[in-house]
């Protein structure tokens, strides 16, 4: 029996050295669908192809405040740019509205990108939009991206997972769709779940949380370790511990976005920090 033909194999075999990107087989972004795209942390280049692909061809994109306005730099040149984040302060748009204006630019027919940062499925209301598209019926694809927990790590010289230390690890927000402290977080479980807690949106209720995982049986003595604007080149790192976490934030005002790392990973930072002077030049990453 013969096996059948597998073009990703034919692609493969005849594609040696350098290949121009424009050239290459993506697939095709139809007028009348929605891509949900993660635009990474921050650094451009940390961005898909996929997702550069798409900015390519989309005729709207519809943004994020976290995204980095020098990504919208590869957005083809006609595409209408529409920005759904917060404004001076103001409520950010109604995830309703949000997705009814997808919905409604899709049925266009437009090819509409949807640029969220970092992972759409994480902390990104990806899954909500995608939910709206699939029951209006409007056809999408996701497109991951690298998270701000996975990215502002490695920036930081944290691994996220070590096989001598750092065997799982936790990723939660610290505060829920009105602001407040999540209510459905067993605090008690994640204390003592893994080694390491990687948390979004934390600045808020951080006392809290930090008081909520010691409480938890903690080791107070942990590092709190917080990245903010991870991966851009203002990227800066504090560190303090779980059990002085008021009265280091009573002094000190983390930049956000920031991403909130508790466990034992002082270590890794003190070898590992290699995001120096000369690496923040790059504008690109
Ligand atoms: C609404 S969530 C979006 C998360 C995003 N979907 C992701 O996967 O990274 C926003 C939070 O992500 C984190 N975040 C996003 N970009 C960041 C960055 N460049 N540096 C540090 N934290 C970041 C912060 O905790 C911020 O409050």
Do not use: C
């Not at 605090?187 to 934390?202: F, G």
């Not at 002094?251 to 976005?257: A, C, Q, S, V």
Request: no cysteine.
């Amino acid at each position: 029996m013969t096996n059948p033909p597998n073009p990703a194999q034919n692609w493969t075999e005849t594609a040696p050295g350098f290949a121009r990107l424009d050239a290459e087989p993506f697939p095709a972004f139809e007028p009348g669908t929605v891509w949900l795209v993660g635009a990474g942390p921050g650094a451009p280049g940390l961005m898909s192809l996929m997702a550069y692909h798409a900015m390519q061809q989309a005729d709207v994109v519809v943004y994020d405040a976290l995204v980095n306005p020098d990504i919208l730099r590869w957005v083809r040149p006609g595409a209408e740019l529409v920005y759904a984040g917060k404004r001076g302060g103001k409520p950010s748009a109604s995830q309703r509205d949000i997705s009814e204006r997808l919905i409604e630019l899709a049925r266009a027919p437009a090819r509409v990108l949807r640029l969220k940062g970092g992972d759409p499925f994480i902390f990104g209301r990806g899954g909500e939009e995608a939910q709206a598209l699939k029951q209006a019926g409007v056809a999408f694809r996701i497109v991951p991206g690298i998270s701000a927990g996975i990215g502002g790590l490695a920036y930081a010289g944290i691994p996220a997972t070590h096989r001598d230390l750092n065997h799982s690890v936790i990723f939660l927000t610290g505060h829920d769709a009105t602001g407040a402290l999540p209510a459905n977080v067993d605090w008690r479980a994640v204390a003592t779940a893994s080694p390491v807690i990687v948390m979004y949106m934390a600045i808020k209720h951080l006392p809290e949380i930090a008081a909520a995982l010691i409480a938890g049986g903690r080791d107070p003595a942990d590092t709190v370790t917080i990245v903010s604007n991870a991966t851009l080149p203002h990227q800066s790192v504090l560190e303090t511990r779980l059990g002085e976490v008021e009265a280091f934030l009573a002094h000190n005002t983390p930049e956000t976005p920031a991403i909130v790392v508790a466990g034992k990973v002082e270590h890794w930072r003190s070898i590992l920090d290699w995001f120096d002077a000369p690496a923040r030049e790059s504008p690109i990453g």
